[in-house]
Nanobody, 125 residues
Framework: QVQLVESGGGLVQPGGSLRLSCAASGLLGFTVSNYYMSWYRQAPGKERELVAG????????NYADSVKGRCTISRDNVGNTVYLEMNSLKPEDTAAYFC???????????????WGQGTQVTVSE
């Protein structure tokens, strides 16, 4: 089983920046480069939404429109860590942020998904 541990959340003023980290460990031979890694967030009373993702292999990235241009997802294959750098933070970015890892077989008959425990980001004066 894969364990995902997020860190880096906290209180930041509007316009500020921070970097979230997702440290992956567990199965022997596991590497984040073999999984689709992503960050989700969920605010109270709202549905969980995808913020950013990075594909397995070469690592193509995608972002939600709400954060495009302000966030960067990156991957450290050696350290098995995924990062989310956020800039120009807004109060509406306030949410619990979760790390996610997904692996699917080529046939699609098997799918494995893992979630971290979450880290709180609060953007406020």
């Amino acid at each position: 089983q894969v364990q995902l541990v997020e860190s880096g959340g906290g209180l930041v003023q509007p316009g500020g920046s921070l970097r979230l980290s997702c440290a992956a460990s567990g199965l022997l031979g596991f590497t984040v480069s073999n999984y689709y890694m992503s960050w989700y967030r969920q605010a109270p009373g709202k549905e969980r939404e995808l913020v950013a993702g990075i594909s397995s292999g070469i690592g193509n990235t995608n972002y939600a429109d709400s954060v495009k241009g302000r966030c960067t997802i990156s991957r450290d294959n050696v350290g098995n860590t995924v990062y989310l750098e956020m800039n120009s933070l807004k109060p509406e970015d306030t949410a619990a942020y979760f790390c996610n890892a997904v692996f699917s077989t080529r046939s699609g008959t098997r799918r494995y998904e893992y979630w971290g425990q979450g880290t709180q980001v609060t953007v406020s004066e």
